[in-house]
């Protein structure tokens, strides 16, 4: 069974950093393309980030590039989202998905998210 | 980047009743190797977002056959042949084209 399990959300101040962490299980990681996708609350689904099989290609929102960095390790099959200089706008549910391995961008399997809230 | 629109925002449905939403891009999603880069999405209250509809018309692994996606272009259409109670939620759209991938604003989907 297809599993990803998000953690590493909680409350920082603005200008701050987290890392999320998005742990894979039921498919071998390497495999895959990866995406973080993210839903302030109340709202809608906004895509933040992708990244190919082996790391060496990354793709970022307007919004958050430069700030954010998405990255991989395929050996502990693990994704992460590192954010940096944060603001009150990042604010959301980050939810990692699955890219479906076909043409484009859809997302097969979705984390359950793991909620960064930025206030001072 | 390509913009996302929906309709309706809302939509009460009646459980054995068809249902239908519409979603259009600002640019096409018809790529040269012929397929269209739509999908649908359902998030169910308090759940993650599923995979309804990849590539259009499609359906996800488990999705029931009571939805169909249609469409090319720019606009598409989600049609729920004959609604249940499970399927009440958010739907959205997304171009799965080209970064940023975009989402529509969504359509909430509740019982009448």
């Known amino acids: 069974e297809v599993q990803l399990v998000e953690s590493g959300g909680g409350l920082v101040q603005p200008g701050g950093s987290l890392r999320l962490s998005c742990a894979a299980s039921?498919?071998?990681?390497?495999?895959?393309?990866m995406h973080w996708v993210r839903q302030p609350p109340g709202k809608g689904l906004v895509w933040v980030s992708r990244?190919?099989?082996?790391?060496?290609?990354?793709w970022y929102a307007d919004s958050v590039k430069g700030r954010f960095t998405i990255s991989r390790d395929n050996a502990k099959n693990t994704l992460y989202l590192q954010m940096n200089s944060l603001r009150a706008e990042d604010t959301a549910l980050y939810y990692c998905?699955?890219?479906?391995?076909?043409?484009?961008?859809?997302?097969?399997?979705w984390g359950q998210g793991t909620l960064v809230t930025v206030s001072s | 980047d390509i913009v996302m629109t929906q309709s309706p925002l809302s939509l009460p449905v009646t459980p054995g009743e068809p249902a239908s939403i519409s979603c259009r891009s600002s640019?096409?999603?018809?790529?040269?190797?012929?397929?269209?880069?739509l999908d649908w999405y359902l998030q169910k209250p308090g759940q993650s977002p599923q995979l309804l509809i990849y590539?259009?018309?499609n359906r996800a692994s488990g999705v029931p056959d009571r939805f169909s996606g249609s469409g090319s272009g720019t606009d598409f259409t989600l049609k729920i042949s004959r609604v249940e109670a499970e399927d009440v939620g958010i739907y959205y759209c997304?171009?799965?084209?080209?970064?940023?991938?975009?989402f529509g604003p969504g359509t909430k989907v509740d019982i009448k």
């Open positions: 039921g498919f071998r990681l390497s495999d895959y393309w």
């Open positions: 590539l259009a018309s």
């Open positions: 997304m171009q799965a084209q080209q970064t940023p991938f975009t």
């Open positions: 640019q096409s999603l018809l790529h040269s190797d012929g397929n269209n880069y």
């Open positions: 990244i190919n099989n082996d790391g060496s290609g990354t």
């Open positions: 998905a699955r890219d479906a391995d076909g043409p484009g961008g859809t997302s097969d399997y």
